[in-house]
């Protein structure tokens, strides 16, 4: 796969898609070849940031249609990013979750955030064009 190379898939607002998210990963990571921690980070990474859109993103309770896009940024990075039409919403400025508090003591929310922060070295997000644009990247280490 060359690093120009992208892969898009479009999704419904219905966790019914979520299988189809895991194999667009897994197509996507057979042809770059990563890891298999690289892999298991992206599936997370990716299923927590469309889970978040679907349960959260919708309140009209219409179907609606996002994408997620995949690219080997170059030789040592994955690119994704998830473009919905849903509210505004910035995800990353949610609070850091204490990790180190008891379950009595946390807060409720913020733990699929708290992943995609320390699973990725860049996790940036824009409100573009009315969408609400989540970028993630994470260095991976590919395998031959």
Request: proline letters at 5%; charged letters at 30%.
């Amino acid at each position: 796969m060359t690093p120009d190379s992208r892969k898009i898939l479009t999704l419904r607002n219905d966790l019914a898609e979520l299988p189809r998210l895991a194999a667009f990963v897994d197509e996507f990571c057979d042809a770059v070849q990563p890891g298999e921690d690289d892999r298991m980070a992206l599936q997370l990474v990716l299923e927590e940031a469309v889970t978040n859109v679907i349960n959260h993103g919708y309140a009209d309770g219409q179907g609606h249609e996002f994408t997620v896009t995949l690219q080997l940024a170059d030789e040592g990075r994955v690119c994704a990013v998830v473009t919905d039409d849903a509210a505004p919403y910035d995800p990353l400025t949610r609070p850091p979750v204490d990790v180190e508090a008891s379950l009595e003591d946390r807060q409720v929310g913020g733990l699929g955030v708290h992943l995609m922060k320390r699973l990725t070295q860049h996790a940036h997000y824009e409100r573009r064009d009315g969408k609400n644009v989540l970028t993630l990247e994470r260095a991976i280490r590919r395998v031959s």
